[in-house]
């Protein structure tokens, strides 16, 4: 088992941290939907960088995971940008504002 030293897993979790900091402004910053989704995915792989050390002793049940990981991401953007794609044709803007004062 290759198991990963404190170092290593601090500057994983710092590194995490940050990651999700800038996710989280982009969130709350921006009106754009499409934005707003980049950030999301922005925060959520600040996630997935936190659990890395925790599964380094596992390297099968860490490729489990990666493979749950990935499938479920892949569903989420397809679903994600079909519904925005769904919201540009009938409202012909991305604004959440935009999106409020119609009452979607």
């Known amino acids: 088992m290759i198991l990963v030293d404190s170092f290593v897993g601090a500057t994983l979790f710092v590194t995490s941290a940050i990651i999700m900091a800038i996710g989280a402004y982009g969130l709350t910053a921006s009106n754009n939907l499409l934005r ?5 995915e922005v925060i959520f792989n600040g996630l997935l960088l936190l659990v890395i050390p925790l599964l380094s002793g596992f ?11 990935i499938s479920v ?3 989420e953007v397809v679903v ?4 925005l794609i769904a919201f540009l044709r009938q409202y012909r ?11 979607v």
């Open 36 to 40: 707003q989704l980049l950030s999301v």
């Open 59 to 69: 390297a099968t049940l860490a490729a489990y995971f990666g493979i749950i990981v």
């Open 73 to 75: 991401v892949s569903v």
């Open 80 to 83: 994600v940008v079909s519904i």
């Open 93 to 103: 803007s991305l604004s959440s504002s935009d999106l409020e004062e119609s009452e």
